[in-house]
């Protein structure tokens, strides 16, 4: 049996949500895998917070109380660029592992982290950052790795879904995007995922664990011209309107676009509602494969984490020899610097 302890910065929706998971499903964990994961210390902003599941003496508001405390692992859950970023450089400079969901940060840092981690030989596990709780990272990365992938197309942003899922009972863009923020699904600004910024970031990390190639050309039209009347007819013609994301090889590069389609509202993208996503990988041996599932929610994305937790923990094991799971090298051919799963 291996103890692994670790840091967790940020107590927040997927924070607890990973705390109550770890918790529940630690027995099994020592059983199947043979390590047992313990939580030392819990970053939070606001000590005063009610927090139910959560043991209130392993919180505290010192970052660096955390993150250079003796932990095997520090998992990243705060969110945002600046900070986030700080904590996860200060972590791989203390030499250790690092999971996060925070598509964000990657976005913006990405090349420069994962180079940092591959530099010292350490991982950063980000399966949470792309659609939740289904396991399309590494899909691409470890299920997939003996096929050439074709294309991916996904339906990859939940707002979106239920903006549109709203239109279709009658709401108007403005009302459906109200209602979206009231139930929490969209932000104060909801632009990032209304103007298909989101998508493109999520389907540009996928791109560059599928294709060892640069994007050379990219298109991204949002939800925010699709009018109530649009709907309607697509409806009379048995189908929905979604915000699909694409990404496919092409001679010279690979074309990622994201934009509002009409589909059947039959077919398996045309039943995705909400916060649930689809991705559809298509491989060149293998054809279409079809993933579907929670795409976010506090839960599924506590399970991605963990299951991060769990592949880097079986790792250290296997150390020194093996190191740097889906630890990522920077190439910036093309301009654009990309990341690409070692
Ligand atoms: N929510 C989802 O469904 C989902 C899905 C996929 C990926 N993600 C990603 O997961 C990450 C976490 O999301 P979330 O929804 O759990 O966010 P959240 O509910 O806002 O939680 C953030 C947590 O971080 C703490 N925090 C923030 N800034 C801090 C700072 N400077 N110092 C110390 N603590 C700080 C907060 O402390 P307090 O509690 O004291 O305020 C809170 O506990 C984000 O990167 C997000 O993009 C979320």
Do not use: W
Not at 122 to 145: D, N
């Amino acid at each position: 049996m291996r103890n692994v302890s670790i840091a967790l910065l940020g107590c927040g929706n997927v924070g607890r949500g990973f705390v109550e998971l770890a918790g529940r499903e630690r027995q099994r964990i020592r059983d199947r895998y043979g390590v047992d994961l313990e939580i030392g210390r819990i970053l939070v902003r606001d000590l005063t917070k009610i927090r139910p599941g959560v043991d209130r003496r392993l919180l505290t508001t010192r970052a660096l109380e955390v993150i250079d405390s003796d932990c095997d692992v520090v998992v990243e859950l705060v969110g945002g660029v600046h900070t986030a970023g700080a904590f996860v450089r200060r972590a791989l400079a203390n030499g250790q592992d690092v999971v996060t969901a925070n598509k964000a940060l990657l976005a913006a840092h990405g090349p420069e982290l994962f180079e940092a981690a591959t530099q010292r030989g350490l991982s950063i596990g980000f399966e949470a950052s792309v659609c939740g709780g289904i396991p399309v990272v590494r899909a691409l990365h470890r299920g997939l790795a003996g096929d050439s992938i074709e294309s991916i197309r996904g339906i990859v942003n939940g707002t979106c879904n239920f903006v549109l899922s709203r239109m279709e009972e009658g709401l108007d863009f403005e009302g459906a995007v109200h209602a979206a923020q009231e139930r929490g699904f969209a932000e104060a600004d909801p632009s990032m995922d209304i103007d298909g910024h989101d998508s493109a970031q999520k389907i540009r990390i996928l791109a560059s664990l599928a294709f060892d190639a640069p994007v050379t050309h990219e298109s991204v039209i949002g939800i925010r011209s699709v009018t109530r009347e649009q709907i309607e007819r697509a409806h009379a013609g048995g189908c929905v309107i979604r915000l699909v994301a694409e990404a496919e090889r092409l001679p010279g590069g690979v074309t990622v676009r994201v934009r509002p389609r009409e589909i059947d509202a039959a077919d398996i993208f045309g039943s995705v509602r909400d916060e649930y996503n689809v991705v559809a990988i298509r491989g060149r041996a293998t054809g279409e494969v079809v993933l579907t599932g929670k795409g976010a929610g506090a839960l599924p994305t506590a399970a991605a984490v963990l299951s991060d937790v769990i592949e880097i923990a079986q790792l250290r094991s296997a150390r020194p020899a093996e190191v740097g799971r889906v630890g990522v090298r920077t190439s910036s051919s093309a301009g654009a610097p990309r990341l690409v799963a070692r």
